[in-house]
């Protein structure tokens, strides 16, 4: 018999634009709405407030459940897991270099910088 992958992460819970969240045991893969296996506590990113049953987390992390990287950094802050905490990895876009934007710039914006006279021949006619 499979037993499922299971993960200790957080289930937002709240209105909109007034998050809180509940610390679950979840499969690893499951949505967000999907019943957890249990309920370990509650986070409050506006006032910083946690409350979370310690006994529990320590048992389901010994069972081998796997805590996300924000929840691990949760956990160490608390004094759950004595542990230093994890780098957390974000995903940035590539922004391309000086050089070569330089580069790829066409020939027609180019020379329309480097000769402002051409604008000025191009002078507005009055409205009578």
Known sequence: MLF??????????G???QPSYRLVVAEK???MA??????????SPFT?????NKERIAYWVKMGAQPTVTV???LVEQGVLLAPKAAVKMKKKAVP??????ANVPAATANAATAPAAEEKTAETPVA
């Open 4 to 13: 499922p992958m299971l993960a200790i992460k957080l289930q937002r819970v």
């Open 15 to 17: 209105k909109k634009h």
């Open 29 to 31: 893969k499951s949505k």
């Open 34 to 43: 999907a019943p957890p296996v249990e309920d370990l506590g509650t986070y």
């Open 48 to 52: 910083k407030a946690t409350a979370f």
């Open 72 to 74: 691990y950094n949760l």
């Open 97 to 102: 270099a000086a050089a070569d934007v330089a």
